[in-house]
């Protein structure tokens, strides 16, 4: 970063560049602050002229990549399991989601195998399995876990950065950072695209992280619409396929099932040099974890009026509890501690803005 802001070639590329400038020296919450702003493009890697062979050996995003990683584990909480980063991994996962199926499963069957595979349809089908109170109370526990983890990990990392945790922020740098987050704006590689080991840069990465990001949105915003039809207007899940909470989980499923099968691939095609080798299974976990919530839920959703139905969603289930109680210690920490990062950009630049 001291090499960087003397040099400063690369200011029009990020938001890295400019929040670098505004600083002298660097303190950890700085650094913390810089790795979650920088969205891993490649481009000052590929335009810099202090990058390896150069004695300098300037390699910014794989500098940031590794401080990024370590940020996530230093602001986990509860603070015991911030290892979890380090051995977050696909086995883990899977581990928890088919223990979780198998739990549902295993409870099914021995109440009445009748009901695990027989065939139901219509209001309240999928509760035969499992009722819908014991539903709730299971996965409304591990979710609110998951956002007092989060909420907990963000507090910190917000006081780290340099912002009073009671601050209130200005409702200009939230639409801001809103703008930025939603568009993925500094995923663009300043204009050419993310950097892929041909060196050809391609927005490939970009359309495939929104169509993961949005979809993930969508079959949220299915689940709520659903908790609200339930509570508030009477009506049992399954509904019919033209139905709200129907689309909106079909249209996520659909990028759930696209958007991460494009990441995994262009994860696969990324130059090393780019990235913290060390932690890549934190990333496939979360990106495989991701693409089996959506192929589960898409099947669930095909074949349940048949006698498929009960394994399907023990196993959509335990998946979709798997994802939220990994959570806050794999990579989904990352779109949370970015967007925090643009909220801080965003101030800072309106606070420079106004002297
Ligand atoms: S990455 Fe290289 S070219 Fe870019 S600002 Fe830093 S030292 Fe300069
Ligand atoms: S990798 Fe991309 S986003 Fe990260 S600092 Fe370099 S130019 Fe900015």
């Not at 650094?31 to 891993?40: E, G, V």
């Not at 709730?136 to 007092?148: E, G, H």
């Not at 399907?312 to 335990?318: K, P, T």
Request: net charge positive.
């Amino acid at each position: 970063m001291t090499v960087c802001n003397s040099c400063r070639y690369c200011e029009g590329l990020c938001a890295v560049f400019p929040a670098m400038e505004m600083r002298r020296s660097f303190s950890d919450g700085d650094l913390n602050y810089l790795a979650n702003l920088c969205h891993s493009c490649g481009a000052c890697y590929t335009d810099c002229q202090f990058s390896p062979p150069h004695e300098f050996n300037v390699n910014v995003p794989q500098t940031l990549a590794i401080a990024r990683n370590e940020s996530y584990a230093a602001y986990a909480w509860p603070r015991v399991f911030s290892g979890a980063f380090a051995r977050n991994g696909l086995v883990i996962s899977l581990v928890a989601a088919l223990s979780v199926a198998a739990f549902i499963f295993g409870f099914a069957a021995f109440n009445d195998r009748q009901v695990l595979y027989g065939v139901h349809s219509g209001p309240g089908a999928f509760y035969q399995l499992m009722p819908h109170n014991a539903m709730a109370v299971l996965f409304s526990t591990a979710l609110l876990y998951a956002i007092a983890a989060l909420v907990m990990g963000v507090r910190a990392f917000w006081r780290d950065i340099g912002e009073p945790v009671g601050m209130k922020t200005d409702a200009k740098s939230l639409l801001q950072a809103f703008r930025d987050a939603g568009e993925l704006r500094y995923l663009d590689g300043g204009g050419v695209g993310c950097f892929n080991e041909d060196d050809r840069p391609t927005d490939r990465r970009k359309i495939y992280h929104h169509l993961t990001f949005y979809g993930f949105g969508l079959c949220f915003a299915a689940t709520c619409v659903a908790t609200l039809y339930h509570y508030l207007l009477a009506r049992e899940a399954p509904y019919a396929w033209w139905d709200l909470p129907v689309v909106l989980g079909t249209l996520g499923g659909i990028g759930l099932l696209i958007g991460p099968l494009g990441l995994l691939a262009e994860k696969s095609k990324r130059d090393p040099v780019l990235v913290d080798a060390t932690r890549k299974g934190m990333d496939t976990a979360f990106i495989v974890m991701l693409f089996l919530t959506g192929l589960t839920g898409i099947a669930l959703l095909l074949w349940r009026e048949t006698s498929a139905m009960g394994p399907l969603l023990a196993l959509h289930l335990g998946v979709v509890f798997a994802l939220f109680i990994t959570m806050p210690y794999g990579k989904f920490v990352h779109g949370i501690y970015r967007f925090v990062a643009l909220v801080r950009y965003a101030r800072e630049r309106q606070m420079t803005r106004h002297g």
